[in-house]
Structure formats: structure tokens, C-alpha cells
């Protein structure tokens, strides 16, 4: 495939094992048949097939043993049991879970895209479906095993995928790491398309001619904040608060000077020295009309405001609304770069805060109009930033270090200079040595650039050379080469580069470091002991913080944490500042997990979690103070894992109450990789459900007996309802609760499988007598980040190893980690067939 740019005008162009996992049980031969349990119940020491209730018809004394499958079950028989227990519903009349298995046969088991459906379903014991009819003895068992067994014995296919291209959050961290800036790439970028959990998946990655443009606009912008902008013009940015966000009176803003409360915090960029105004827009003040405010750049403050409600204290400006409560600074002199500014309110009350109406946790949400016994407090509703009204000039900045690493002033060294600063920026951002191509393309702007700007000629040529590496292929897209002489559907190890490529992007969501593309480019890389030990030292940096932060965020759906307002009337408690701590919680949760390399099975077990004094009160965890995050041990058992987390349990609910069947759906979905299949057209929401009977307010839990009460309804909420209700016991919020709507909570179920449970823990317990469909699916999340495609069925003789080997260590993080980066999926590509360019002559 080709791909032009305007900008640069550049063209870019080990058979698995198969035993099984060590807590299994051990297979038998034929000649060794293990004991068997009978359809009564009754302790057998007679061989299998005499004993299994379809094997014994299947084979005679007097006839050749049949093939045999795992524990010494006939190929014949197992053929027979997915017949007679799968196909009467999964048959092409019926066609339940759109599968038809009538003539399925484990002959042809590798040929048929139902095989992997049939293990997922069968290792979490799903099917045959509660209520169904089972066989008997370990029969399921066999089944599931020989199936693995087959599958795992065909030939690897480390699969393929188009290239990839830097996604929001990508060009977020390359351009922090490359130019010491934080940027929002959703100024210039439009949103990123997720496919299988993820946004870096390369399939979905669709290249359009607004994204061009957004990439174009991107490196003009970045590049003028990087090395600031002398002939910068009037320039005017908004910031709006939410009215989720909280500004009670004692609630400190991360970033802002101790002493404050409420308000903002932002990071701006000056686009040069000069002199800048800021408005504020203040509302509220019931109550307490009076308040400062506190205007600070970097920590210190600027400007120190009065604001008396109700009172324009600027009318006399022709540049704000009459009769409005603005305030204005006097003109500020700032130094260019990208700097914190804070604006937020004095803290003038300390102690216990009266309200004869609501007294509790305080935003604009919540709080509604002030009204006779409300004290409102003052609240920021939007700041604006206006300048330069005059540029004073260009002073240093962290960017600008990043860049100019020289600074000569004969023009003969100005362009050897910018040659070092562009190639040194290039074999970077492109992530690979330069070809005299490439620093021929970037001298060609920086000599362009250096002409047109006279005096600032130096700095306009190195800025221009700049956006140009922003704007190339080479550094938007990730193209792997593929060696000469590889024939179509060959597999071939990738290059040293692409795979440092690939393995920081996996761990850091970032380009690698000077010591990654130095190995690379010396081939020293791809060497078993350099490879695992780069491996490691990725883990401890800093920057492995993707891992929770984009990874697991992803994994566990948390950017729906923002789509979920519980009701400001119902749940006045929560708020913006309380949904951050729920997510922070859950990243620092799974940080932890990454840094300590702990089992992955302490994400449903673990005792302890992360927390800050406002999260702390709202889970009832007393002794923490302060805004900082710190590790607390729970009490007891009712709030462990992820499965206790607010983020978690916010999400899967409704504005007004709480969602078991959302909450059941998750689990299915996110934890177990098995979701439900979606309602079928023409069923009523359980909203229609009527909400009393008899007078009397019904719980979630009466309206869902009522709603699954239809056989339609009723075959998948059994499976979801019993998982959602054992997390009943908490409400919209999160918050632990025994009652609802005045009534005893009931949450009483039974799983799929029959296992009783009633609270979270009893949940927990039940997930965890089968641990392999857990780290089943979490090893295919796993690989399908780090791989940027989806895992297809020939990727899952490969997920059954690393999960393998990572049940020998206990489940550890890092054996997940080492598992995928040295699969052959990682490590290499089947080549793919090239298309003919009628655009080359």
C-alpha cells in the first residue's frame, strides 16, 4: 500500500505443547483408563469404556479399539456427546448463539470456526446451560481436553496486520518523551475507532482526509509550542468547569497553592513572553458573598481578585456583559512556554460546615439554585486567557532544551547545528537510523524555513524541519518491513527495529529509548538473554505506568466511568473529584500489581487497595487524610479485587439505580471473556417493568423476577442476573448498602453451575474454582494490545501456552509479560500477498 503526504512528500510504502495445565488431572492411556464415576453417582474401579454411559455401546471385546481422545475416552463417543447434548439447541433450525453443530465431528475439529467456541464455553462451564442436561462422569472434561489437544497440535500461525498508526493517546506520550510537552491530541485529532477493548488496533485504524489534516494541523501546532512563536498574534482560550466537579469549601484541586479550595487547574500555553490578561467568571455565594480569588502560574501567584456577589466590579469595560459577576486581572507579564495556571478560592472556613438542607459533599450538580437555608459557596464557572496584547520574546523552556541542543550564531554552523538537532529528533521520532533520503527531505525545510525568517532564521529553519518529522509517515504510521526474498504466507522474524518498536509501544505506549534502538540497530536485540533482560528493565521504568494506565483502563472499561451521572437528587454525594479517585484507584491497583509482579489473581482477591481521604469516607475506610493516594487493607471481605471497586460498579449502573444484569454482563464479558448474546428484537426493557405492585415500591431484584419471566428472557439472565445481584449490595455509587427502596436486600443466586452465592466474596470464590477461563481471557487481552489486532483462533494454541507456563508461576504479571513478547505472534509475521500499485511506472 502507498500512502502520500503533502507535508514531507515522503512515499512509505514452535509447535506448542500440549499437556495440560499442572493442577490438572493426569490422563490415562486406553490401557490405563482411570476410574470413573457412574450416572448414579456410584465409585467405579472398572475401566472407562465399560462404565461410560456412551463408550460402552461404542466399543465391543470384539472389535478393534476406537481412537482415543484425553482420559481414554473414545473419539466416537465424544463425537456422540456433542451431538446429543449440543445439537439440540445449536442445530440449523434453532442455531442458538448463531452456531450449528449438527455433524460436527473432532475429525474435523481444526477445520471449523466453531471448535474455539465450543472450549471457551466448556472451560467456564457454561454449556450445556442451566437446566439442560449433562453427561455424565468427566465426559465434558475429555471433551474440552481433546479438542485442546487437537487444536494445540496444528502448525503456529503468527497471523499479520496492516501497519499501525499513533492513536490519541500514542501522540500524547511520543511528543512528551520526543519534546518535553503535555499536549491534548484531541484539539487536532478526531476520536480513535476501539475494536476488540482496544484503540490501537490496526484494522479499525481507518486513514481518512480529516485525519490527514488533523496530523498536518497537529505538527504545525506542537512544533510552534515547542520552540515558542515570536510573531504570535491575539490569541484567546476558554476553560469550562464541569458542574460534576466539586468546589466545596474545604476541597483542595490538586496543582493548586495549599490555603485554596475549588477551582481549576490547567496546563496553558504562553506562545511567547508577553503580556496576557485573565477573566474569571465566578457564580454562587449564598450565604458567603465574599471571597478571594487566586490566580497562580507555576505556584506563584499573579494576581489576588475580590469577588462580592452580585457586584460587576468591572462595568465599566466594554469587554464584559453588564450585570455579570466577571473578574478581570491588570495586565500580566508571563514568559512563553507551557505553564500551570491555577485559579482558585481562598480557603476562609475551616471546622464543621452547617447547611440546615444538605449536608454533605457540595458541586453545582447537586447543589441546584441556593434556596432559604442553603449556603452556597462561590464556584468558578470558566476562565479565559487572553494574549499576547505584546511579545516580549522567546525565554527558555523545557521544550526548547529538548530541542535546541546547540545555538550557534555564524550562519555556516547555524545549519550543521540544525543538522545534529533533526537527525537527533528523527532517529527517534521514526524510531530507526536515518537514510540520506530522510535528512535531505528535513535540511530541504529547515533551509526553507531559515530563508523566510531573516533575523530568526535559525530557529523558524530548525521549527519548520520540525513539523515536517511531525508530519512524516515515518513517524505517524508503523510500517514493518518485510525481507527480501519472502515468498507470500511465509512466516519471518520481524526486524530488530520493528521489534523494539513493537515492544515499546506494548510497554510504554511510547517509542523506545536510545537504548532500545542502539540494540536494535546493532542486532544484538533479538538475542534470547538481551531481549528478556530489556524486557525487565522496561517493566521497572517509570513509563510501564501504560501498563495500568491504557491497558488495564481499557481492559477493564473505565473510560465508561464518564458516561454514568448518578442522580444529583438521589446521590448528591458524588461527584467529578470522587469519579477520579475511583479511577485513579484502579490504575494505582493495577500499577501496583505490575511493579510488585504479583499474580494476576490478586485482582479478585486482593485485600488492600488504593485510596485517598475522599474515597476513603465514601467506602467507610476510617484513618486517611489528605488528597495524596496511599495502600489500605479492608476490613473484611465484603470489598475485595476489582470487583469491589467503584470504578467497576459505577459504571455498570444506571443514573438512578443500580444494573445486576449490567453488572453480570461485565463479568461475562470483560472477566470471563463469554458475553451473553444481545436480546433478541421486540423484548421490553426492564424499565417497562412496572415499578409497584400493590402500593407497594418494588427492589431491582422483584421487577427482574417479573422481567425474566419471559422464556425469551429467561435463558441469559440466567446467567447474568445471579452474577449481578451478588454485587447488589452496592449502590450506584459503590457505596455498601443493606437496603433498597426501604426493603431487606435479597441477593441470593445461584450461578450458572449451580454454586450458591450471595455476596461479592462468594462470587469471588466461584470465579476462582476455575481460574482458567479468567487468565484465558485476560492473557487474549493481553496479546491483542500488545500485538495492536485482534486474537483470531489459530492465536489460541498460543494463549493455552502462556497461561501453561504461567500457572507454573503462581500467575505472575510478568509471566504474562514474557509469555506474549516471545510468542512467534510477536516475534513474527506471515508475509502477505502484495497488491499490485498501478501508480508505479
Known sequence: MKVLFA????????????????????RTSPDRAASATTARGRASTAPVAATHPVLSRAITPSRAPAKFGARGVAIAALDSTVQKYCGSCHNPTMRRGNLNLRGYSLAGATESDATEKIIRKLRAEMMPPPGSKRPGGDTLVALVETLEQTMDAKPINPGTRSFQRLNRAEYERVVRDLLGLDIDAGNWLPLDQKSANFDNISDVQAISPTLLEGFLNAASAVSRIAIGDR?????????????????????????APYGTRGGMVVKHTFPADGV????????????????????????????LLRYDRGVNRNSESADLPLGADYLLTEPLTIKGGQRTVSIS????????????????EWSRASQGNGSAGTTEPAYLMDVLVTGPTKVL??????????????????????????????????????????????????????????????VDGFEDGVRLGVQAMLASPHFIFRFERTPAGVAEGKDFRIDDLDLATRLSFFLWSTIPDERLINLARTKRLSQPAVFNAEVKRMLADPRAEALSTRFAAQWLRLQDLEKVKPDAFLFPDFDQLLANAMQKETELFFEDMVRKDRSVLTAFTAESTFVNERLAKHYGIPGVSGSHFRKVAYADD??????????????????????PVLRGKWVMEVLLGAPPPP????????????????????????????????????????FMDPIGLALDNFDVTGKLRFRENGAQLDTRGNLYDGTPITTTA???????????????????????????RRVEDHDMTAVRAIVRDAAKQNYRMSAFVMGVVNSKAFQSKRAEPVAADDNQH
Not at 691 to 713: F, I, Q, S
Request: proline share 7%.
Open 345 to 360: 478560592f481562598v480557603k476562609n472556613v475551616d471546622g464543621p460546615y452547617e447547611d440546615l438542607i444538605k449536608p454533605h
Open 638 to 659: 465484603q470489598r475485595r479485587g476489582v470487583l469491589g471497586h467503584g470504578s467497576v460498579l459505577v459504571q455498570t449502573s444506571l443514573g438512578n439505580r443500580t444494573s
Open 679 to 718: 436480546p433478541p428484537p421486540n423484548v421490553p426493557d426492564l424499565e417497562q417493568t412496572a415499578g409497584a405492585k400493590d402500593g407497594k415500591v418494588l427492589t431491582t431484584r422483584e421487577r427482574m423476577e417479573m422481567h425474566r419471566a419471559n422464556p425469551t428472557c429467561k435463558s441469559c439472565h440466567n
Open 231 to 255: 510573531k504570535a498574534g491575539l490569541q484567546q482560550v476558554l476553560y469550562k468547569t464541569s458542574p460534576f466537579t466539586s468546589q466545596h469549601p474545604w476541597d483542595h484541586v490538586e496543582g
Open 276 to 303: 496576557y490578561q485573565i477573566r474569571v467568571n465566578v457564580g454562587g455565594g449564598v450565604g458567603r458573598p465574599t471571597e478571594d480569588v487566586d490566580i497562580s502560574v507555576d505556584g506563584e501567584r499573579v494576581a
Open 7 to 26: 507535508w514531507s512528500g515522503v512515499t512509505a510504502a514452535a509447535t506448542m505443547v500440549s499437556s495440560l495445565l499442572a493442577n490438572d488431572p493426569v
Open 393 to 454: 520574546g522567546l525565554s527558555d523552556s523545557p521544550s526548547r532544551r529538548k530541542v535546541f541542543t546547540c545555538a550557534p550564531t555564524a550562519a555556516a554552523a547555524q545549519r550543521v547545528c540544525a543538522q545534529s538537532i533533526l537527525e537527533r529528533l528523527a532517529t527517534r521520532a521514526y524510531r530507526r537510523p536515518l537514510t540520506d533520503n530522510d535528512r535531505t527531505s528535513l535540511m530541504k525545510f529547515y533551509d526553507q524555513g531559515a530563508k523566510a525568517g531573516g
Open 762 to 788: 462468594d462470587l469471588t470464590k466461584a470465579l476462582l474454582k476455575r481460574p482458567l477461563p479468567l487468565m484465558r481471557n485476560f492473557t487474549e487481552n493481553l496479546m491483542a494490545y500488545a500485538l495492536g
